[in-house]
């Protein structure tokens, strides 16, 4: 098994982390090895790791599954919607120093033909992963705008929101994974409706104006999650539930963005204790400056002002995060009781499981991907590794 050969007669070998606290999906291992190859082959007793297989000793750190982020617009200075395979390589190589393996290259409102161009490039490196693809693995597209209400656009362009346009979602509906809905808008729901029935993608609620009852109505139609929750959407109140008390109250996936500027920290406990273990996603919403320096950016069209904890337009309005993953772990273990596998899961398999990748992607379980994040307590990230590779190391 150990001189088995890939499609590319790359000889792989096997190999073993050794000496890591392992973060399963309900549980700390220790003292316990993962063996892998391209894919985790299986986790033994240190003992019991073959004697001809390459060791990685990582000195009682965490290992965690690689990190999946399904809702990150750019980082490393480059956007999505820049349109170049060298953007999206950029924002490939940049978030796997946060220990992220996956994500989702995310688009923002523009007109349509210029965002169909940009899908057509992402499609030409969706899976990408190995030898000259030193980076996350792009997994497809989170489609946010141009289907949403003016109202409520965040940092979203006005002037480019446009009708609900499902031709273009079948065009796409290969490398669309999740398309953000507002579902008050004419003919949302039956929109809704066909995406959820006659393709693949994923419906997420946001960026909108509805009504407790309408957002009820969008989940009874197939939406099954909500985009950054509390976050450009009509809010809890106590005689106006909104699409707040409809995410919490229904059983479907629920991002958020914890930076604790976009949502306070003490929210991260009541919403994690109101959706269960399992629907509780992690997201960075992160735009081009992640990584970068303080200064003048653009998300989209639109000016964006980054200081050292945020990204706002001119006016003040939220643009998007400088969030890593990592972190948002972080934040949440530091304003929380919950146990720290919990927390991972929201980044890790619970994206993948919104997804419908969980066989593959997203837990230290035999057949997954050979994806991990090495992270010492803090959540500092020593080391990466996409499909058996190491692709960073501190």
């Keep these: 098994r150990n001189h088995k050969r890939d499609s590319n007669e790359r000889k792989i070998d096997m190999k073993a982390i050794c000496g890591g606290r392992l973060v399963m999906h309900d549980r700390i291992e220790e003292g316990k090895a993962i063996l892998f190859e391209?894919?985790?082959?299986?986790?033994?007793?240190?003992?019991?790791v073959p004697a001809e297989t390459e060791?990685?000793?990582?000195?009682?750190a965490l290992v965690t599954p690689g990190l999946f982020d399904v809702h990150i617009h750019g980082s490393g200075g480059c956007d999505t919607m820049d349109g170049s395979e060298e953007a999206l390589r950029t924002i490939a190589s940049t978030v796997v120093k946060n220990g992220v393996t996956r994500f989702l290259a995310t688009s923002v409102t523009l007109p349509l033909d210029r965002t169909a161009k940009v899908f057509d490039l992402v499609r030409t490196v969706v899976g990408k992963s190995g030898e000259g693809w030193d980076g996350a693995v792009i997994e497809g597209i989170n489609m946010e705008g141009p289907f949403i209400h003016p109202a409520y656009k965040g940092a979203h362009e006005e002037n480019y929101i446009a009708d609900f346009d499902f031709d273009f979602m079948k065009q796409y509906s290969d490398v669309i994974r999740v398309v953000t809905v507002a579902p008050d808008k004419e003919g949302g729901m039956e929109f809704i409706r066909k995406v959820t029935t006659e393709t693949p993608i994923k419906v997420s609620i946001g960026h909108t104006a509805a009504t407790y009852e309408q957002a009820m109505e969008a989940i009874e139609n197939g939406a099954t999650q909500v985009t950054h929750l509390y976050n450009a959407m009509t809010p809890m109140h106590h005689r106006k539930p909104g699409v707040v008390t409809a995410a919490l109250r229904s059983n479907v996936y629920t991002e958020m963005i914890c930076d604790t500027i976009h949502v306070h920290p003490a929210m991260f406990q009541f919403v994690m204790d109101c959706k269960g273990k399992d629907k509780f996603v992690l997201i960075t919403d992160c735009m081009r400056a992640?990584?970068?320096p303080q200064g003048e950016y653009t998300l989209g069209e639109l000016k964006v002002v980054v200081d050292e904890t945020s990204a706002r337009l001119m006016d003040g309005t939220l643009a998007g995060s400088i969030l890593t993953l990592n972190k948002a772990i972080d934040n949440v273990h530091k304003n929380t009781n919950k146990p720290l596998w919990e927390i991972v899961s929201a980044a890790s398999l619970n994206p993948a499981r919104a997804m419908g990748m969980q066989d593959r992607i997203g837990s230290l379980?035999?057949?997954c991907n050979a994806d991990f994040a090495v992270f010492d307590d803090d959540f500092n990230t020593q080391m990466t590794i996409v499909d058996g590779r190491v692709v960073y190391k501190k």
């Design 290 to 292: 992640g990584g970068m």
């Design 55 to 60: 060791r990685i000793e990582v000195n009682g």
């Design 365 to 367: 379980r035999a057949g």
């Design 38 to 48: 391209d894919k985790i082959i299986g986790i033994v007793p240190e003992s019991e």
